[in-house]
């Protein structure tokens, strides 16, 4: 019975929040020191397109709650065809994001263990962490969504304590001289780092795809969207903003835990621990959530005939199993097919794929605003957001396009073979 019961609206909202604040908060920071402490301003531009673009879904899953979320809105609006390749590329985007997350948890773990910052070493952990959080998710999403909420309450810890009382210790020459890293021109380097920002923005879809498992769904899935949107933006700001003044950028590049370094600045060497054990398990606890809705895009796609049926397959308990287990495969080899001299190298190379698919997915989903005929109000919303998600998308640079065309173009070839008739 435990594992066929649905999540209300409290553990809804924790599952986009704690969706949210996992990796993105815990190891961006390090990411974009390469950038400067003038992506404070991308962290603004990204909280109101991550607001817009979370009111479409809001509204969408108050008006026709459904599973899979922006994939299955983009179906309804623009066919079959767009919507197979919206759940391919928002479900690869996620593949390639839950592995992006592991990362992040073994690079806080590498702060007691040293030598897992070593890439094959990281690989292992990596890929020991997405089994691990797999298994989890057997149990039931209820159970897994407890697991996150959970590591929602001890993740905040160290966001609490370096993004308060770091303030106190916050250097404002080390925040200018910090500020751009790059020396480029503001209207190219703010542009450029959205993609970064935006990482920390992903899952504010997750009450929408996994509707399936929300109870009242009309009315919890808006409540969920937008409040863990707001509460994840509100801690965002803070942290980063505090951090940035704290650590030099050049040591800040170079971290694999920034909180826990921070930490261990302000306080000493067990504070630094302590945060550093915290952010670990927030980070696993967002893996757990996030191998949730990945096996819930493939699932809801499966349904649609869109995906191979045995993603579709649940065992007597509605866990798709086979779905998850071939899932956690796929993640495994991934995790070694991209190892590279640095985490933080791997982690961005990771993000940066992610991002872009899952904000071509997001495209898609809001052209169901039309389809559903709302009123203008919420048309200009999401044209807002889709012109902010287009904006990102187009600034990201050369081979990050080129890709996003290639894996377009993969799916057209692809729609014959996976295609399944009604």
């Known amino acids: 019975m435990l594992r ?34 003038v992506t404070l301003i991308g962290w603004g531009i990204a909280t109101l397109g991550a607001l817009a673009v979370a009111a479409v879904f809001a509204k969408l899953g108050q008006v026709a709650p459904q599973a899979g979320g922006p994939c299955a809105y983009a179906t309804d609006a623009l066919g079959r065809y767009v919507g197979f390749q919206a759940h391919w590329l928002y479900w690869l985007g996620a593949v390639l994001g839950n592995i992006a997350i592991a990362i992040a948890a073994v ?3 590498a702060h007691f263990f040293p030598t897992l910052a070593l890439p094959l070493h ?50 404002s020459e080390i925040f200018r001289a910090s500020w751009n890293v790059t020396q480029q021109p503001l209207h190219q380097v703010i542009p450029s780092s959205l993609v970064l920002v935006f990482w920390a923005f992903l899952g504010l879809e997750s009450a929408s795809i996994a509707a399936a498992v929300v109870e009242n769904p009309r009315r919890n899935v808006p409540l969920a969207t937008l409040g863990g949107v707001l509460l994840a933006g509100v801690i965002y700001m ?54 949730l809705l990945s096996a819930q895009v493939s699932k809801a796609g499966s349904e649609r005939q869109l995906f191979p049926a045995v993603f579709a397959r649940v065992d007597r308990q509605g866990v798709p199993v086979a779905n998850l287990l071939l899932q956690a495969m796929l993640m495994s080899a991934i995790v070694f ?4 001299p640095t985490l933080n190298q791997q982690f961005n190379k990771l993000i940066e794929v992610s991002v872009i698919l899952s904000l071509l997915t997001f495209v898609y989903g809001c052209t169901a605003i039309w389809h559903f005929e709302q009123p203008r109000s919420y048309r200009v919303v999401a044209l807002v957001a889709m012109l902010f998600c287009l904006t990102v998308i187009v600034m990201s640079g050369t081979q990050l396009l080129a890709l996003t065309a290639a894996l377009i173009f993969a799916t057209c070839l692809a729609y014959p073979f996976f295609m399944r008739k009604d």
């Open 107 to 109: 690079g806080y773990l």
């Open 122 to 171: 990281t690989a292992i952990a990596a890929a020991a962490a997405i089994w691990l959080l797999t298994l989890v998710n057997v149990l039931g999403p209820r159970f897994a969504c407890q697991v996150e909420s959970l590591t929602l309450v001890v993740g905040v810890i160290p966001l609490a304590l370096v993004g308060t009382a770091g303030w106190y210790f916050f250097d």
């Open 238 to 291: 803070a942290g980063c903003g505090v951090i940035m003044g704290l650590i030099p950028a050049a040591t800040l590049a170079k971290s694999t835990a920034p909180f826990a370094d921070a930490a261990r600045l302000m306080i000493g060497p067990i504070a630094g621990g302590l945060v550093a054990l915290a952010a670990l398990l927030k980070a696993s606890g967002t893996l757990c959530g996030w191998v």
């Open 4 to 37: 066929n019961r649905k999540i209300g609206p409290l553990l809804a909202t924790a599952l986009v929040a704690s969706n949210m604040i996992g990796s993105g908060i815990f190891l961006l920071p390090a990411s974009l020191a390469s950038v400067g402490s």
């Open 337 to 340: 097919a991209t190892m590279s």
